[in-house]
């Protein structure tokens, strides 16, 4: 059964402290995995797409990277803004039009 | 603005009585799709749609119907409501060209259904 599995549910940090946010996937075949920010009723947002193992992104103070099978979700001297459930997401082959979720990461960043 | 719009944020009404949830996007795509959002359990697909007159089941689709007749426009339908569809509801959409870049979907900003 294709899965996400998102860890930890929640992160609290010290402003400036850096830490990581992990998206472990068990699927066919991967085409495509997504990372979503959510704050508080609202919907999710786009982030970034990663797409073969070694890729990375960064915008800001995040950068997401990919491995065949876990993503990270890195971010470097957070600030109280970056509080927000952070989701993750793989389209598969055969069903590329469906996200499959995981249940998300709620960060809290205080100052 | 590129934006997806739901209609309406939040609805309490009791079992049984049928109830729309309107979605709409100003941005031409030809994907749509309903999700639900629980606690514990993420986002899960109900319904999508391909473009106009063309829907298809996702994974939690029953006590669901949704229709696609104008390509902005994805309403989902419950028809007879009950306390397990209690819950947040997302609309999103994207582009299906081929160059359209990075299967990113554009969400709603969600409604949250509640049903005694």
């Known amino acids: 059964e294709d899965q996400v599995t998102q860890s930890p549910e929640a992160l609290r940090l010290q402003e400036g402290e850096s830490s990581s946010l992990n998206c472990s996937y068990t699927v066919s075949g991967l085409r495509g995995l997504f990372w979503y920010r959510q704050d508080p009723g609202k919907g999710p947002e786009f982030l970034f797409t990663l797409y073969s193992a070694g890729e990375e992104k960064e915008k800001e103070r995040l950068k997401a990277t990919l491995t065949k099978k876990e993503s990270f979700l890195h971010i470097t001297a957070p600030k109280p803004e970056d509080s927000a459930t952070y989701l993750c997401a793989v389209s598969i082959s055969g069903g590329y039009n469906k996200l499959i979720f995981g249940a998300g990461t709620r960060l809290a960043v205080h100052p | 603005e590129a934006q997806v719009t739901q209609n309406p944020r939040y609805l309490i009404t009791v079992t049984g009585k049928k109830l729309t949830v309107t979605c709409s996007q100003n941005?031409?795509?030809?994907?749509m799709s309903w999700y639900r959002q629980d606690p514990g359990l993420g986002l899960r697909q109900i319904y999508y749609?391909?473009?106009?007159?063309?829907?298809d089941k996702g994974d939690v689709p029953e006590g669901y119907k949704v229709s696609r007749k104008e390509k902005r426009n994805f309403p989902l339908i419950l028809e007879s409501p009950s306390p397990n569809q209690t819950s947040l509801y997302f609309c999103?959409?994207?582009?299906?060209?081929?160059?359209?870049?990075?299967?990113?979907?554009?969400f709603g900003p969600g409604t949250r259904l509640t049903v005694t």
């Open positions: 749609s391909m473009n106009v007159e063309v829907t």
């Open positions: 999103a959409s994207r582009s299906l060209l081929r160059d359209s870049g990075s299967y990113e979907q554009y």
């Open positions: 941005m031409n795509h030809e994907y």
